[in-house]
């Protein structure tokens, strides 16, 4: 089955950096657009960055010049690299990726990773 599984969340102090990785595996089919989503507690989930599989990203407001997301064909991963980290920032994040085979496009979610940040 496909599985996204996202790694590099934890514990930083503000200002600080953290890379987070999204490993795709068990199917051969073609990454279209990607991206990153986060929640935190009593809020809903939001868009963090996107690539719309052409190399056009989108970043949210709050992240723009800080954060940058990123693809590795080669390794099959998808990477969000998060530097001048704010306590805002602490929430689940997680990867989204567009897959598509036979033409057909089907949407893969990972179980998220914590980050928190501290004050």
């Known amino acids: 089955q496909v599985q996204l599984v996202e790694s590099g969340g934890g514990l930083v102090q503000a200002g600080g950096s953290l890379r987070l990785s999204c490993a795709v595996s068990g199917s051969t089919f073609s990454i279209s657009a990607f991206g990153w989503y986060r929640q935190a507690p009593g809020k809903q989930r ?3 960055a ?3 599989g052409g190399g056009s990203t989108n970043y949210a407001d709050s992240v723009k010049g800080r954060f940058t997301i990123s693809r ?3 390794k099959n991963t998808v990477a969000l690299q ?13 990867c989204h990726v567009m897959g598509i085979d036979l033409s057909f496009a089907r ?3 990972g179980q998220g990773t914590q980050v928190t940040v501290s004050s």
Request: charged fraction near 30%.
């Open 46 to 48: 939001e868009l963090v």
């Open 107 to 109: 949407n893969y979610w």
């Open 50 to 52: 996107q690539d719309n």
């Open 82 to 94: 998060m530097n001048s980290l704010k306590p805002e920032d602490t929430a689940v994040y997680y």
């Open 72 to 74: 590795d064909k080669a």
